[in-house]
């Protein structure tokens, strides 16, 4: 059983496991209210992970930029954020780096 919170037109804007104060109203899990609420936060939850992944490559460049610029140094960022970085500068040149076609085709996956 799950309780919700509804705002003045009857929609679920929050859903809680215990009862709470305005969250009186139980409903089932499978509840068609219940399903709709959650598919809409998962579509809202899928866009921002979509749009993240674009956003990790302007933050990697950006701290790139920074470093050789020697605003921050490398050496800054705590070891495992720097293990992070290490890791994935070497997948992006690996990647990059793997080549389908010969030189002369100019193509690069």
Do not use: W
Request: proline content about 4%; overall charge negative.
């Amino acid at each position: 059983m799950l309780y919700v919170k509804k705002n003045s037109e009857g929609q679920i804007i929050a859903v809680r496991l215990e009862q709470a104060d305005g969250y009186e109203e139980a409903m089932e899990k499978d509840s068609p209210e219940v399903t709709a609420f959650t598919q809409a936060l998962a579509n809202e939850n899928e866009a921002l992970t979509f749009s993240d992944l674009p956003m990790v490559r302007v933050l990697e460049d950006l701290i790139d930029m920074l470093i050789s610029g020697g605003v921050i140094r490398f050496t800054d960022f705590p070891e495992p954020a720097q293990q992070k970085m290490l890791e994935r500068r070497s997948m992006r040149e690996d990647i990059h780096g793997l080549k389908l076609f010969g030189d002369d085709q100019g193509k690069v996956i």
